[in-house]
């Protein structure tokens, strides 16, 4: 069974930084490029970020030069460093899964990429 779980979501301080884990179990994440979004109380979920299989990545505008991407896939594991966190950058944080070639990632916005497995997220509130 394919399976995303996010974790690392924390009450942290403005300016703080943290680093969420999106790990996957009952697949490799080796060939996947991974997404992460998020969902503030009572607003849409927005995309943050991506990285691909090779581990090429990019960023919202956003959180551009305050979030990483990074990916190992010993560990079968993707990571978001959250620097400079904000108020708001509250929300739930997702990652999701795609099998999509690297012409798909450089050319496809975010929020177009069909990721067909998704985690159940994980809570981070920025307090000001």
């Known amino acids: 069974q394919l399976q995303l779980v996010e974790s690392g979501g924390a009450l942290v301080q403005r300016g703080d930084s943290l680093r969420l884990s999106c790990k996957a179990s009952g697949f490799s994440l080796h060939d996947y490029a991974i997404g992460w979004f998020r969902q503030a109380p009572g607003k849409e979920r927005e995309g943050v970020g991506r990285i691909n299989s090779v581990g090429t990545s990019d960023y919202e505008e956003s959180v551009k030069d305050r979030f990483t991407i990074s990916r190992d896939n010993a560990q079968n594991t993707v990571y978001l460093l959250m620097n400079g966190l904000l108020p708001e950058d509250t929300g739930i944080y997702f990652c999701?899964?795609?099998?999509?070639?690297?012409?798909?990632?450089?050319?496809?916005?975010?929020?177009?990429?069909?990721?067909?497995?998704w985690g159940k997220g994980t809570a981070v509130f920025v307090s000001s």
């Open positions: 999701a899964a795609a099998v999509i070639s690297d012409a798909v990632f450089v050319t496809t916005p975010l929020e177009k990429i069909d990721f067909r497995s």
